[in-house]
């Protein structure tokens, strides 16, 4: 059993597990990766404890960021080696003051992250390299008011698979908006990483319930390896 499951009692479990029964929801011969804003907003500064990270940036989610660092970096470098489409998200800059936040604490005084100097940056382990496109979204959803999916339609995308952060933010907005336009979904638990523990695995186990089929890396690899996928 995976450990967000355990996080719910076993009646509310069953009754869960009476939605979807077990069914495969992701599928697909060409997905695309999408990198849900790992910037240094979200990322932050590393060796620092949680509440350390957070003095530098608020949003930082501190050692968590750093753990799915490198397990990004194996899923880029396997889309790379089969030329599957990788797309990066960050948030736009001046985005809140023009369309409204992307939550209500930027609306107060925190402001907007993403317009401090260096808050776009993304950490040189997982770099884009030419040609991957990094899409700077107003909102949480990777595909609000984004030329998203006309990107993954010019790029015969039929599936998606999602890492990055905050899992119970950007990268559950963006899974669900990903299902509602009728792809095929994976949400790559040890690749995504939130401030909370807790948020992140009840979040994990909603998505896997309701819009996506969420598994590790290694689940990943040995089910849906891009290699197989992109013959």
């Not at 695309?32 to 957070?54: C, H, N, Q, R, T």
Request: glycine share 6%.
């Amino acid at each position: 059993m995976k450990w967000w499951a355990e996080l719910f009692p076993e009646p509310e479990r069953r009754a869960y597990a009476q939605m979807a029964k077990g069914f495969k929801f992701f599928s697909g011969t060409r997905p695309a990766l999408l990198v849900v804003d790992v910037v240094k907003a979200f990322v932050g500064v590393p060796d620092l404890s949680l509440e350390e990270a957070s003095h530098e940036w608020v949003t930082a989610c501190g050692p968590a960021a750093w753990e799915a660092l490198p397990r990004i970096k194996t899923l880029l470098d396997d889309f790379r080696s089969n030329n599957l489409p990788i797309c990066f998200t960050t948030g736009q800059p001046g985005a809140a003051a023009k369309f409204g936040g992307t939550n209500k604490a930027e609306l107060s005084a925190m402001g907007s992250p993403m317009d401090r100097p260096g808050a776009q940056e993304i950490p040189d382990l997982i770099r884009p390299q030419d040609g991957e496109w990094v899409l700077d979204k107003p909102k949480a959803s990777a595909f609000f008011a984004t030329p998203l999916v006309a990107w993954l339609h010019h790029h015969a995308v039929d599936s998606v698979v999602i890492v990055g952060c905050t899992t119970s933010g950007c990268v559950r907005a963006t899974c669900v908006d990903a299902m509602s336009w009728g792809y095929p979904t994976a949400v790559i638990e040890d690749a995504c990483f939130d401030r909370s523990r807790l948020s992140h695995g009840v979040s994990l186990f909603e998505m896997h319930t309701k819009y996506a089929d969420v598994m590790t890396v290694e689940e990943f690899e040995q089910d849906h390896s891009p290699g197989s996928l992109a013959q």
